[in-house]
């Protein structure tokens, strides 16, 4: 959970950023052509991804009903139960159904009650949650409603207004370049909060370890984007790094089916469990993504004329 905590901060930041960006070149954000560069970065991998997973079905390699290829496939994976090996689509499905809300929120919402808006919903969340368990009991709560694991990616937003102002970000940045390894090290320890802080004050603690958590991973994006703590900004850019970074995605579909113990077989014995997650992430990456990408920047060309490809591309 850490791992898809962090994802889910560092999502937010990213995606954010390059709207605020679009905003400040352009003027203006314009949602279809952020959901058009969207479905093309997201969707073509991940419907391969599910094909493979309804072949291999039909061949009797593995036995999926034709919700758990559907309900991934609209990105309802985290509300309707599915089989195991397209489970981790449940985080995937969250992130899409954030994006549907929050870039037309961000275009709502004026510069002022931007911050005041992504604030008040980390520190609202967890009461809402507590609603949820009294209302229903803990038991009853499916905890992959979207409306219960939104606050890490808001975190990430928040991040991303902070930073993208050049007044906040100037007198910010020197303090976190000096102090870069002590707010690391702070950040760790709030992501630890969650299960410290209610054993230590009970349903109080609940409630602060939550939002605490959200704003401790915002502040682990926020060293890796600084560069502001030595030994991790070596690790984020050393050359491997960099390479696995480039095929997170395609990794993330795939290693699914080689790292998550479901049958025994060799493929999911380590060490080539890894080995082979790694090669089918690359094949996708390459066969599928790249030249989808390709693809987008022509239609991209044709249908926003106004927009440079260079820009495109980079987003």
Same mark, same amino acid.
């Not at 397209?86 to 969250?94: E, K, N, P």
């Given at each position: 959970?850490?791992?898809?905590?962090?994802?889910?901060?560092?999502?937010?930041f990213?995606i954010?950023?390059?709207?605020?960006g679009?905003?400040?070149?352009?003027?203006?954000?314009?949602?279809?052509?952020?959901?058009?560069?969207r479905a093309?970065?997201?969707?073509?991998?991940?419907?391969?991804y599910?094909?493979?997973?309804?072949?291999?079905?039909a061949?009797?390699?593995?036995h999926?009903?034709?919700?758990?290829?559907?309900a991934?496939?609209?990105?309802?994976?985290n509300?309707?139960?599915?089989?195991?090996?397209v489970?981790?689509?449940?985080?995937?499905?969250?992130?899409?159904?954030? &994006?549907l809300?929050?870039?037309?929120?961000?275009? /709502?919402?004026?510069?002022r009650?931007?911050?005041?808006?992504?604030?008040?919903?980390i520190?609202?969340?967890?009461v809402?949650?507590?609603?949820?368990? *009294?209302?229903?009991?803990?038991?009853?709560?499916?905890?992959?409603?979207p409306?219960? *694991?939104?606050?890490?990616?808001? /975190?990430?937003?928040?991040l991303?207004?902070?930073?993208?102002?050049?007044?906040?970000?100037g007198?910010?940045?020197?303090?976190?370049?000096?102090?870069?390894?002590?707010?690391?090290?702070?950040g760790?320890?709030g992501?630890?909060s969650?299960?410290?802080?209610?054993?230590?004050a009970?349903? /109080?603690?609940?409630l602060?370890?939550?939002?605490?958590?959200?704003?401790?991973y915002?502040?682990?994006?926020l060293v890796?984007?600084?560069?502001?703590c030595?030994?991790?900004?070596?690790?984020?850019n050393?050359?491997?790094?960099?390479?696995?970074? *480039?095929l997170? &995605?395609?990794?993330?579909?795939?290693?699914?089916v080689?790292?998550?113990?479901?049958?025994?077989?060799w493929?999911? *014995?380590?060490?080539?469990n890894l080995?082979l997650?790694?090669?089918?992430?690359?094949?996708?990456?390459?066969?599928?993504?790249?030249?989808?990408l390709?693809l987008?920047?022509?239609?991209?060309a044709?249908?926003?004329?106004r927009?440079?490809s260079?820009?495109?591309?980079?987003?």
């Amino acid at each position: 959970m850490v791992g898809v905590n962090l994802f889910f901060a560092l999502s937010g930041f990213l995606i954010t950023w390059l709207l605020l960006g679009e905003e400040e070149a352009q003027g203006s954000v314009r949602l279809g052509e952020f959901y058009f560069r969207r479905a093309f970065r997201i969707l073509p991998a991940a419907f391969v991804y599910l094909g493979v997973m309804a072949l291999g079905s039909a061949m009797a390699w593995w036995h999926l009903k034709w919700t758990d290829v559907i309900a991934p496939a609209v990105f309802l994976a985290n509300v309707v139960g599915v089989d195991a090996y397209v489970g981790h689509f449940w985080t995937l499905s969250i992130e899409e159904q954030f &994006y549907l809300a929050w870039p037309a929120v961000l275009v /709502a919402a004026k510069w002022r009650m931007r911050v005041p808006l992504t604030l008040g919903w980390i520190l609202l969340s967890p009461v809402w949650r507590q609603i949820n368990i *009294r209302l229903f009991g803990a038991a009853q709560v499916n905890w992959g409603r979207p409306d219960l *694991r939104f606050e890490m990616l808001i /975190a990430g937003c928040l991040l991303a207004l902070l930073w993208s102002r050049a007044a906040t970000r100037g007198r910010l940045e020197p303090w976190v370049r000096e102090k870069g390894t002590l707010i690391f090290a702070a950040g760790i320890l709030g992501v630890l909060s969650p299960w410290v802080l209610p054993r230590l004050a009970g349903g /109080a603690g609940v409630l602060i370890a939550m939002p605490l958590s959200a704003i401790a991973y915002a502040l682990l994006v926020l060293v890796a984007v600084a560069g502001a703590c030595g030994p991790l900004s070596v690790l984020l850019n050393w050359t491997p790094m960099v390479w696995l970074g *480039r095929l997170s &995605y395609s990794l993330y579909l795939w290693q699914q089916v080689f790292c998550y113990p479901m049958t025994g077989r060799w493929h999911e *014995r380590f060490p080539q469990n890894l080995g082979l997650a790694v090669l089918a992430a690359s094949l996708s990456f390459f066969v599928i993504e790249s030249p989808c990408l390709r693809l987008r920047g022509r239609l991209h060309a044709r249908f926003f004329p106004r927009r440079s490809s260079e820009a495109v591309s980079a987003r």
